[in-house]
C-alpha cells in the first residue's frame, strides 16, 4: 500500500469519504522565528461528504511503539483554506487537547 492510499483509507474511516489525490504542498509553519512544523501537506478532492470538498492529509512518526504513526486530516471549511491553514489547525488543536488532558 502506498502513503497515498494509507491517507484515503484513514480519510474514508474518519470521514465516510472517497478522497481523489490532486496534489502536494510543502509547508513550514514558523513560531518566534523557530520551525515549529515543516512538511509536505498531501491534498484531497472528497467525493460524498456532507459539508467539505477537499481535504488535508498527512503522518508523522510518533514515540509510541502501540501507534508509530500519527494520520492528521484538516477539512477545507471555514477558516481552513489551505494546507498552511490546515497545519495551522492542526497545531491549534493538539495544544488544546495537551492543555485539556493536563487539566
Known amino acids: 500500500m502506498t502513503y497515498i492510499e494509507e491517507l484515503q483509507g484513514m480519510i474514508r474511516k474518519l470521514h465516510g469519504a472517497e478522497a ?9 509553519e514558523m513560531f518566534n522565528g523557530k520551525v515549529i512544523w515543516q512538511g509536505v501537506v498531501e491534498i484531497f478532492e472528497l467525493i460524498g461528504h456532507e459539508s467539505a ?3 488535508y492529509a498527512w503522518s508523522h512518526s510518533t514515540d509510541d511503539p502501540a501507534n508509530p504513526t500519527r494520520y492528521v486530516t484538516v477539512l477545507h471549511k471555514g477558516s481552513v483554506d489551505s494546507p498552511r491553514a490546515a497545519v495551522r489547525a492542526a497545531i491549534i488543536q493538539e495544544y488544546r487537547d495537551a492543555e485539556a488532558a493536563e487539566a
Open 20 to 28: 481523489i489525490h490532486r496534489g502536494n504542498q510543502s509547508v513550514t
Open 53 to 55: 470538498t477537499r481535504v
